[in-house]
């Protein structure tokens, strides 16, 4: 029976990952990862642990096969996490990167907030928190690259 339980749980946790998006957690290597890709960078402001909409966003669209699909060969993500609880905190120099990042591009502090950059940061378009299904909130993010 323990075997069972095992070997369901690691089938799960491998689908979870296989089709989980591979946010980045240096900004700097995200760009450098854009350019040599010739990809736009999604930047996502998020509250994690305290943010309904962000909480929505991420379960709707961020972890759709659809939206896993189509970044994978069109963007580079990066997730500027802000979460309250103590057991989610983020590692210091994460915590200080993605603090500059707002003093940047979130100054109001808006959650969600989701950004379409180039690989050299300059801003293409700017998106909140819209209750859409997965392939219409990717349309509104490839709409932005239109503009």
Not at 57 to 69: P, Y
Not at 86 to 106: H, I, V
């Amino acid at each position: 029976m323990k075997k069972q339980v095992v070997v369901t749980f690691l089938i799960a946790l491998f689908s979870v990952v296989a089709n989980a998006q591979q946010w980045k957690t240096n900004f700097e290597e995200a760009k450098t990862e854009a350019k040599a890709q010739n990809k736009r960078i999604v930047l996502v402001f998020s509250g994690s642990d305290w943010c309904g909409p962000c909480i929505k966003l991420d379960k709707n669209v961020w972890q759709s096969s659809e939206f896993n699909k189509y970044a994978k060969d069109n963007y580079v993500l990066y997730r500027a996490d802000f979460p309250k609880k103590k057991t989610n905190q983020l590692p210091e120099e994460s915590r200080k990167q993605n603090l500059a990042l707002a003093e940047k591009y979130n100054e109001d502090g808006n959650y969600p907030l989701v950004l379409l950059l180039d690989s050299d940061g300059k801003v293409l378009g700017v998106l909140g928190y819209l209750d859409l299904e997965a392939s219409e909130y990717l349309d509104r993010i490839k709409e932005l690259d239109k503009k």
